[in-house]
């Protein structure tokens, strides 16, 4: 470095290839829209404004780049100017003196020392990209965009100036129809990472304070893994729904089970086993009941005595009354196994007679009551969750911890409210 020479040291801060991580880096390849997948703070924004700059900046401050007409994309035009770029990482900030564009409010466009322009456009106004062309845009955030099909629709209708127009899309994800249709056209290429990438550049007590309050759960998943959590067409369950539904202490409780299950084969490609704690209150009549989802404690690949072992362990620790296994695969097995670690243990074996999707139906309604709830730390659950639809099961292998899930309600809250019902009467 001490070989770069005084102009190089001044130009070394505005090389982002030098200091970027790798997913803010695009892709090669031919293709037309790039989409940086991030959670909060995964530095998404610094990779739009230099990507802007990488296709608007030529070797010289006024030589022309690849791309002349630019559309910048937010969720209001106050987005666009506060953090594309006037905000800490946006174009502003990141552009050379020689080459940093000009503002025009009035206008709403940025304009180059080159004569490069972008001008800003608001997604609550798709109709406003309707006459204008460009040759290359950033969006940001499409996420969060109330009308987010409409607006994309129309930016592509826009793009067809040059001869390779292309967009960057950076945003954290989550399950919308527009960014789930885009991630899956050919044509898009796409990079991720989570908040914890850019740890470099976040304060320690903002990862500290977001981990110890969202890590484990669907909202950590999304907000700070990055990862979109997809639900199934149909499904029984929805994220929105299990995040509402989600507290962060849980009341006495008068009972608590632990549903196992059981998976036969013990091999590392097999069958999860499914290892569900929940506990309930249950005084006063069924209508006032209610379960709360403690732990996930499902294993794959231990073997008959690994998942005995995992189920009775989760006993102890949730000081469970019972052990609810079913039994359909295993049989006599699964009793003889569990009594082989703990001869006393308290067990039900419980036959289904029915599908998956009518047991879990009736424990779908009890969450749409509001009368489940759970802890943080069951993302795997609450994704298995969310592929449970009316058809079936729409993800890999089986439902496991959904199994274990509704075995252990049915054995809180739906079994003995059954018991309250009135007896039909039989008119002669």
Known sequence: MNDLGEGGLRALPFLFEFWALPHQLPPDGDWRA????GGRGAGKTRAGAEWVRSVVEGAMPLDPGQARRLALVGETFDQVRDVMIFGDSGIMACSPSDRRPQWKAGERKLIWPNGAEAQAFSAHDPEGLRGPQFDAAWVDELAKWKKGDETWDMLQF???LGDHPRVCVTTTPRNVTVLKRLLEAP???????ATEA???NLAASFLDEVRARYAGTRLGRQELDGVLLVDAEGALWRSEALQGAQVRSVPDLDRVVVALDPSVSGSAQADACGIVVVGAQTQGPPQDWRA???ADRTVQGVGPTGWAKAAIAAMDEFDAER???EVNQGGQLVEEVLRQVDPLVPYKGV???RGKV???EPVAALYEQGRVRHVAGLSDLEEQMCLMTSRGFEGRGSPDRVDALVWAIHELMIAPASQFRRPRVRVL
């Open 158 to 160: 826009a793009l067809r």
């Open 34 to 37: 790039w989409v940086i997948l």
């Open 292 to 294: 709360f989802v403690l």
């Open 351 to 353: 036959h289904a007679s």
């Open 198 to 200: 850019n740890r470099a």
């Open 358 to 360: 009518a047991r879990a």
């Open 187 to 193: 044509s898009t290429v796409q990079t991720h990472a």
């Open 323 to 325: 052990l609810v296994a």
